[in-house]
């Protein structure tokens, strides 16, 4: 059993930043995709980005170019650095980690087993 614990949510300006963390309870370094998602009230939970074992990365086309996702592999902690942060950002903010064998990650939610509680990100216009 993994545990996730998401930290770093909060309350900014629009054009403002944040730092997500996810601290994993295991090495974060053998599951072959982890990843962060979010979900917005009254909206189905979405892929916000993914980080595949060897380093390969997925975005959706909404964070592309001011999201960045990264991993501590030595802390075990998975990031998520969002920049010019827009109200369509406000969310749940969820990381997951799938440690079965993939080609690649997905950013389908259903593709991931284990999950973290969530963090709070509030962007004000």
């Known amino acids: 059993q993994v545990q996730l614990l998401e930290s770093g949510g909060g309350t900014v300006q629009a054009g403002g930043s944040l730092r997500l963390s996810c601290a994993a309870s295991?090495?974060?370094?053998?599951?072959?995709?982890m990843g962060w998602f979010r979900q917005a009230p009254g909206k189905e939970r979405e892929g916000v980005a993914t980080l595949y074992s060897n380093g390969d990365t997925a975005y959706a086309d909404s964070v592309k170019g001011r999201f960045t996702i990264s991993r501590d592999n030595i802390k075990d902690t998975l990031y998520l650095q969002m920049s010019g942060l827009q109200p369509e950002d406000t969310a749940l903010y969820y990381c997951?980690?799938?440690?079965?064998?993939?080609?690649?990650?997905?950013?389908?939610?259903?593709?991931?087993?284990?999950w973290g509680q969530g963090t709070q990100v509030n962007v004000s216009a």
């Open positions: 295991r090495d974060a370094s053998s599951s072959y995709c």
């Open positions: 997951a980690e799938d440690p079965a064998w993939r080609a690649y990650c997905p950013l389908n939610p259903q593709a991931y087993i284990y």
